[in-house]
Nanobody, 125 residues
Framework: VQLQASGGGLVQAGGSLRLSCAAS????????TAWFRQVPGKEREFVAV????????YYADSVKGRFTLSRDKAPNTVYLQMNSLKPEDTAVYYC???????????????????WGQGTQVTVSS
């Protein structure tokens, strides 16, 4: 399984970006795919997740109502649409996937065995 994250960049506060996570080597119907983000010196934090191929989505409270997950089955890509961006959204964003995730552990970094390389999002004030 390989993940390729892209779409990061520099944007002003209030702007939008769409991140992409292109997956190969697995079937999206059974895999759970999540986005995390990390600021230097801090732990990686959960952002959003497509549980079991998209049957259910969860969002961190800090992004709820501003970020939206979507997906294309072909190619096997998950998107994170980020609107109304704030300077505190600045981070490196990572996508991750795993077939063995249960609902109660979707927000845990340790639940995911496959990670993309990260894409930098910078929001200026």
């Amino acid at each position: 399984v390989q993940l390729q994250a892209s779409g990061g960049g520099l944007v002003q506060a209030g702007g939008s970006l769409r991140l992409s996570c292109a997956a190969s080597g697995h079937s999206s119907r059974t895999y759970t795919t999540a986005w995390f983000r990390q600021v230097p010196g801090k732990e990686r934090e959960f952002v959003a997740v497509f549980f079991r191929g998209g049957s259910t989505t969860y969002y961190a409270d800090s992004v709820k109502g501003r970020f939206t997950l979507s997906r294309d089955k072909a190619p096997n890509t998950v998107y994170l649409q980020m609107n109304s961006l704030k300077p505190e959204d600045t981070a490196v964003y990572y996508c991750a996937t795993s077939e063995r995730v249960i609902v109660s552990t979707t927000r845990r970094e340790s639940s995911y065995g496959y990670w993309g390389q990260g894409t930098q999002v910078t929001v200026s004030s």
